[in-house]
Antibody, heavy 115, light 108 residues
Framework: EVQLVESGGGLVQPGGSLRLSCEVS????????MTWVRQAPGKGLEWVAN????????YYVDSVKGRFTISRDNAKNSLYLQMNSLRAEDTAVYYC????????WGQGTLVTVSS | SYELTQPPSVSVAPGQTARITCSGD??????AYWYQQKPGQAPILVIY???ERPSGIPERFSGSSSGTTVTLTISGVQAEDEADYYC???????????FGGGTKLTVL
């Protein structure tokens, strides 16, 4: 059974940092691109970033470039999102998903940026 | 930046056919994907590569493509199909993903 389990969300002050994790099981993690998607409260889905199997390619939505870093550890079957200089508009549920079809998703982890 | 355009809402009576469109300039070159999301749940893939249906998705869900528009069709809509639906694709460079704004399907 495929499982993606996000963790690391929480309440953080504006300007702060947070690191999200996504632990994967049920498929060969090292053979797939992976993606982060977020959803602000009451809003639609927004693609955030994705990463190639060997980390040689990473792409970001413009609004997070220079602040967020996507990474992975294939030995640990884990995907990460390091989020720095957080803003109120980054408040959202963050999902990890298997690229390219986004055929498997985690349950999401809530990040709240507020003072 | 690249955008995909969906109607905000579609309403249909049970048993009728619902069609949800998604428009974008790069759609003739890039595949589209469709997701269903119910309140409080993660999205579920219902159509991939414009027209393919994942295993476990009912046959009443189908996808089509014509020029810069892709369409999700739900035939014989059931009450359980009430949800938000999102299209997803890539820009012309194929490097950056984008979601449509979402369409709320209401079953009357």
């Amino acid at each position: 059974e495929v499982q993606l389990v996000e963790s690391g969300g929480g309440l953080v002050q504006p300007g702060g940092s947070l690191r999200l994790s996504c632990e994967v099981s049920g498929f060969t993690f090292s053979s797939y691109w992976m993606t982060w998607v977020r959803q602000a409260p009451g809003k639609g889905l927004e693609w955030v970033a994705n990463i190639k199997e060997d980390e040689s390619e990473r792409y970001y939505v413009d609004s997070v470039k220079g602040r967020f870093t996507i990474s992975r550890d294939n030995a640990k079957n884990s995907l990460y999102l390091q989020m720095n200089s957080l803003r109120a508009e980054d408040t959202a549920v963050y999902y990890c998903a298997r690229d390219f079809a986004l055929d498997y998703w985690g349950q999401g982890t809530l990040v709240t940026v507020s003072s | 930046s690249y955008e995909l355009t969906q109607p905000p809402s579609v309403s249909v009576a049970p048993g009728q056919t619902a069609r949800i469109t998604c428009s974008g300039d790069a759609l003739p070159k890039q595949y589209a994907y469709w997701y269903q999301q119910k309140p409080g749940q993660a999205p579920i893939l219902v159509i991939y590569k414009d027209t393919e249906r994942p295993s476990g998705i009912p046959e009443r869900f189908s996808g089509s493509s014509s020029g810069t528009t892709v369409t999700l069709t739900i035939s014989g809509v059931q009450a359980e199909d009430e949800a938000d639906y999102y299209c997803q694709s890539a820009d012309s460079s194929a490097l950056y993903r984008v979601f449509g704004g979402g369409t709320k399907l209401t079953v009357l």
